[in-house]
């Protein structure tokens, strides 16, 4: 059977923690900054663990991760 391809654009969007969980960044953080608060600028550079509804298909497409 051949290899699995691995969907470069998620891995490069994706990486998985100690635990096997799947971080991702937050959108809404490249244009259109000088309306939003300083504070929620802070909040958006932290990464977020993906929800659970769509582990499954992240793991699909990341099949080496």
């Keep these: 059977m051949p290899k699995m391809k691995t969907s ?3 891995a490069k969007r994706f990486k998985v923690t100690g635990t096997g969980k799947l971080m991702r960044s ?7 900054l ?5 504070k ?5 550079r932290q990464p977020a663990v993906t929800d659970a509804t769509n582990v499954k ?9």
Excluded: Q
């Excluded at 000088?34 to 300083?38: A, D, P, R, V």
């Excluded at 929620?40 to 958006?44: A, M, Q, S, V």
């Excluded at 298909?57 to 991760?65: A, R």
């Design 26 to 32: 937050k959108a809404y953080k490249s244009h259109i």
């Design 40 to 44: 929620r600028k802070r909040n958006l």
């Design 8 to 10: 470069k654009s998620a």
């Design 34 to 38: 000088t309306k939003k608060s300083t």
């Design 57 to 65: 298909n992240m793991k699909k497409i990341l099949p080496y991760l």
